[in-house]
Nanobody, 126 residues
């Protein structure tokens, strides 16, 4: 079965950086996307960024453009989310997901099709 393990969260001061990692195992799809989502207390979950595995195609929500960067390590089936210039509004639980498709509509990144989710890693900016 599919397992996703996130790491790299923590506490950082405004203006700081963090790099999140997500390692996937058990994915048997030929073509899929690994994405990052976040949910702040009292808010709905929102998409941050995604990458189509093997093709290197990246997708970003408007909130992430220019500050966050998603990358992959194919040999480790791992994606990374480099987050720079963090501000308190970035404070949230960050989740990694594997999904079959994705889209960016009106600056919002969305997953599509079947999905698998990790347990999340907390990012606190203060």
């Amino acid at each position: 079965h599919v397992q996703l393990v996130e790491s790299g969260g923590g506490s950082v001061q405004p203006g700081g950086s963090l790099r999140l990692s997500c390692s996937a195992s058990g994915v048997t799809w030929y073509n899929y996307v690994m994405g990052w989502f976040r949910q702040a207390p009292g808010k709905e979950r929102e998409g941050v960024a995604g990458m189509r595995i093997g093709r290197g195609i990246t997708y970003y929500a408007d909130s992430a453009k220019g500050r966050f960067s998603i990358s992959q390590d194919n040999s480790k089936n791992t994606v990374y989310l480099q987050m720079n210039s963090l501000n308190p509004e970035d404070t949230a639980m960050y989740y990694c997901a594997v999904h079959q498709s994705c889209s960016v509509v009106a600056g919002t990144y969305r997953a599509g099709g079947r999905e698998y989710w990790g347990q999340g890693t907390q990012v606190t900016v203060s």
